[in-house]
């Protein structure tokens, strides 16, 4: 019974994942998928710029905004439409923004505590009035789907909203892509090249807003930050090139959008947001993991690799001073393993014995050992006892290049024969 039921969800998936599982479905997965894709290239420019807990007080401080768009649409007395709401939203959202700059500036705060001081406040202020609603006998009036999302729901005007409003972050972060990145990786230079650093972070501001509005109404007020940084943070795993974190971040957040809104088509009582800060974070964790050179299984796999390296190094230098005193050195079982399998050692009357590679490898990281060590001595101005450390863990990645050029260094600070 377990596993029918298990095929049937599975197949009803995959239906809506093809967009099979109705038109007004569909609308609102292509929406997301729209709003994924406008806060990962948004979120890429904000995680460059360091901007990734100004986004979050953002974010929460769009909630009293959306309580004070109700209760001045209930005073008036017409029904609170998603167009007020999001109006509302997005003026408390730059207000604190604001207020975390008059703060940074007139006072002796640093910027994180100016925006945490603003997050803190204006989430606080929209609880209090949330409350207000709720006890003033007033039905809240759809503001629940805007605090934890609930795309499901969506009226097809509600995506044409926020797919307008993605489409239009999406079109600006394009055109002002160059001078976005500049700015985040050099500030200084930018000043220096004539461009108003001001302007383009309020560019930058602008398009966080508009992302963070645009995804109250699917992911919610609470978790919306999640779709702007947490795909650049995957993304930041697999490459270093500015073009390129953009195609995977913007990417990233649509599959994240897709995929949480499918599953919140499967389960409608269940809150879009945070089903899709779900999916965002099993990419993120895939990427963590799988990235093949920032990636926790590929560091950990280098970090062995160089210390097998350096292991079976300091035994060959062992092998060739026990050689060198007719001594007997005691090779462990698995070094020894590598080490022959590798044919630079071999067994002799019971006892490892360097071969002729191996002989030369250990000559020449001894020969490291000891040029490193005079070069940090004469050179670095380190006193003698407290250079093995250091010797220890660059002799074993000393570059041909780098070698020649220390041999040329010394010999130059070398006296001459003969010289006074």
Known sequence: MIAQVDTAGLRALLEILTLQGGHNTTVVMLGAALLGLAGGLVGAFALLRKRSLGVDALSHATLPGLALAFLLAHWLGVAPNSALLLAGAAATGLLAMWC??????????????????????FFGAGIVLLSIIQASGGAQGGLKSFVYGQAASMLPNEVGITGAIALLAIIAALAFHKELALVAFDEAFARVGGWRVSLLDGVLLALITMVTVAGLRSVGAILVVAMLIIPAAAARFWTDRV????????????VSAYVGVAVSALAPRAPTGPLIVLSAGAVFLVSMA???RRGVISSALRRMRVRMQVAQDHALRRLLHAESKDLHFRCPRCLFSMLRVRGLVRLENGSPVLTTAGAARATRIERNHRLWTQYLISQAEIAPSHVDWSVDQVEHVLSPELIAELESELAAASPAPGAA
């Not at 705060?109 to 100016?114: G, I, K, V």
């Not at 073009?243 to 990233?252: F, I, K, T, W």
Request: glycine letters at 8%.
């Open 243 to 254: 073009a390129r974190v953009l195609v995977l971040s913007g990417a990233m957040g649509a």
């Open 100 to 121: 975390v700059e008059l703060v940074h500036r007139h006072t002796r705060l640093s910027e994180d505590t100016a925006i945490g001081m603003s997050l803190s406040v």
């Open 290 to 292: 799988l990235a093949p």
